[in-house]
Structure formats: structure tokens, C-alpha cells
């Protein structure tokens, strides 16, 4: 899977969210730790706020930004699984054809997988933009990478 980029604010905007709530944590398991008398290495207390970062970030970028995305909080599209899909070529006879494309994504990085008849391809970068006419559909840019089958 690769980084894909997007035009907005978001993922910021979570990052700083991720942080204050770490700080959060982190202070309220110091207050605990404090009020059960137990007296932890120097060690034990620098790292913490920097852990919860981690352990939040990992767990928002793989699982919880599918939550957040119901309630409203993200608006990146949960576009993963396996579609049929209908195109056409870019290339001068715009010939038609149908292809299943496989998208396995997490909140910061996606892999897009198109296999059609005649050949497949791999994403190698895309962007998704929520600021452009027409919506976020019309707008998903994907480069690949083609092979020929054999």
C-alpha cells in the first residue's frame, strides 16, 4: 500500500485532536498512578504521551477513522472492497471494457488492483479531492502501473 494524498484540512486537524487527547490520558494516568502511591520510573512517565500518540494513531488510521467517518468527524470514503467496474481506454479508440478493481485502504495509505482481460495494473500514487466540482467521485486520481497477461 502507498500514501495517497487528499485537499483538505483533515488529517491535521486529527493529528492535533490525537495529541490533546493523548495529553489528556497521559495526565490522567499520572494522576492515577500518583493517587495509588506508586512512584514509577523516570522513564516510565516521559515516554507516555508520545506512546498514546502511537498506539491512537495507529488504531485511528487503521480502524477507528471508519467510526469517525459515520458520525460526521472524517470525511474521507471508506472506498475499500471489490468492484465491477465499466471504462474506457484514454488512448485514441476509447474502447469500453469491464475490469474488477480491488481496493484495500486504511485512513493514510491504499492500494488499488484493476484486472481486466486483456491486462491488470497497481496503483503507484493517488489523491482523493473533496474540493473539486462534480463531488469526490468525479475527482479520484489514480496512476498505475500496467502488465500485460499472459
Not at 53 to 63: N, P, Q, R, S, T
Request: proline letters at 3%.
Amino acid at each position: 500500500m502507498h500514501p495517497y494524498a487528499i485537499d483538505s484540512e483533515e488529517r491535521r486537524n486529527v493529528l492535533l485532536g490525537i495529541v490533546l487527547v493523548s495529553g489528556g490520558l497521559a495526565y490522567g494516568f499520572h494522576c492515577l498512578m500518583l493517587h495509588m502511591n506508586i512512584q514509577p520510573s523516570w522513564w516510565v512517565d516521559s515516554p507516555s504521551v508520545l506512546g498514546i500518540v502511537g498506539v491512537l494513531y495507529e488504531a485511528f488510521d487503521k480502524w477507528l477513522w471508519r467510526w469517525f467517518r459515520k458520525i460526521g468527524i472524517v470525511k474521507v470514503p471508506d472506498i475499500q472492497g471489490q468492484w465491477e467496474v465499466d471504462g474506457y481506454t484514454s488512448f485514441e479508440q476509447k474502447r469500453s471494457f469491464k475490469a474488477k478493481v480491488i481496493i484495500r485502504q486504511t485512513w493514510t495509505h491504499i492500494s488499488v488492483y484493476l484486472e481486466t482481460e486483456q491486462s491488470s495494473s497497481r496503483s503507484l500514487a493517488a489523491s482523493l479531492s473533496f474540493n473539486q466540482p462534480g463531488g469526490l467521485f468525479s475527482s479520484i486520481t489514480i496512476s498505475t502501473s500496467l502488465s500485460q497477461m499472459q
